[in-house]
């Protein structure tokens, strides 16, 4: 998921992240790490927080 | 995710596809009635075994 992207394009840190879309403030950190095998619910609630699509949050990827 | 649509246009029942990605013979006909939380790893597996992006696995969504 093009996560780091997006909230940079936001100029949000990685713990504002985490609070805009709802998660505990060290998720996005372990997201963007790669040690979380997200599931398809939180990818919905991730691309709706960005306001974007699935596709858009997988774009060329 | 477009399994169904991806599915049809193969020609695969649930049971083939879910063969042919590797999976228990009932868990796409599981996951197309929503009734599984997919992990990213399933969908990197869903979309590596139809041979397209992950862009391409969520086009429209």
């Known amino acids: 998921m093009r996560i780091k992207e997006l909230r940079d394009s936001k100029g949000w840190t990685q713990v504002e992240c985490a609070e805009y879309l709802g998660f505990h403030p060290s998720y996005i950190a372990r997201v963007e790490l790669g040690g979380k095998n997200v ?5 919905d609630k991730i691309a709706a927080g960005f306001g974007i699509s699935l596709e858009e949050l997988f774009k060329g990827l």
Chains 1, 2 share one sequence.
């Not at 599931?39 to 990818?43: S, V």
């Open 39 to 43: 599931t398809l619910a939180t990818i």
